[in-house]
């Protein structure tokens, strides 16, 4: 079975990484979406060690957790960003294939022999 790449699939994966991205610096308590890193605790008094260091080790943890998610969050939107400035750029170039040769230098800047930037070049083809 051919496995199909066409515009919608690629607009499924966009939209699956938009989700990623917004999600993944967040975690769940209770619903609240609070940060990992800005969980708190309460493992008995200042006084009490072994409560002070499993706090102070659950919240180390947390913030790389966080860093962690961060991370993912960014690959994900800039995985997103990147496909859909090639959908962006596919769709481009497929409206040069539907152009005459005169269209096509009149609508890329920059084009020409000093005529200015919409003049098509000069040159005749051999």
Not at 6 to 20: C, G, K, P, S
Not at 49 to 71: C, N
């Given at each position: 079975?051919?496995?199909?790449?066409?515009?919608?699939?690629?607009?499924?994966?966009?939209?699956?990484?938009?989700?990623?991205?917004?999600?993944?610096?967040?975690?769940?308590?209770?619903?609240?979406?609070?940060?990992?890193?800005?969980?708190?605790?309460?493992?008995?008094?200042?006084?009490f060690?072994?409560?002070?260091?499993?706090?102070?080790?659950?919240?180390?943890?947390?913030?790389?957790?966080?860093s962690?998610?961060?991370?993912?969050?960014?690959?994900?939107?800039?995985?997103?960003?990147?496909?859909?400035?090639?959908?962006?750029?596919?769709?481009?170039?497929?409206?040069?294939?539907?152009?005459?040769?005169?269209?096509?230098?009149?609508?890329?800047?920059?084009?020409?022999?000093?005529?200015?930037?919409?003049?098509?070049?000069?040159?005749?083809?051999?």
């Amino acid at each position: 079975m051919p496995i199909k790449v066409d515009q919608a699939f690629l607009n499924e994966v966009i939209n699956a990484h938009r989700l990623l991205a917004d999600g993944a610096p967040l975690a769940s308590r209770g619903g609240t979406g609070t940060l990992i890193d800005q969980m708190f605790l309460r493992c008995g008094t200042v006084n009490f060690a072994p409560g002070q260091q499993m706090k102070d080790r659950v919240l180390e943890r947390g913030k790389q957790i966080q860093s962690f998610l961060t991370k993912i969050g960014e690959g994900a939107a800039t995985r997103a960003n990147n496909l859909q400035l090639y959908l962006t750029l596919s769709d481009d170039v497929e409206d040069f294939n539907n152009m005459s040769a005169e269209e096509f230098f009149r609508s890329v800047s920059g084009w020409g022999s000093g005529g200015g930037p919409n003049t098509p070049p000069t040159t005749t083809p051999k």
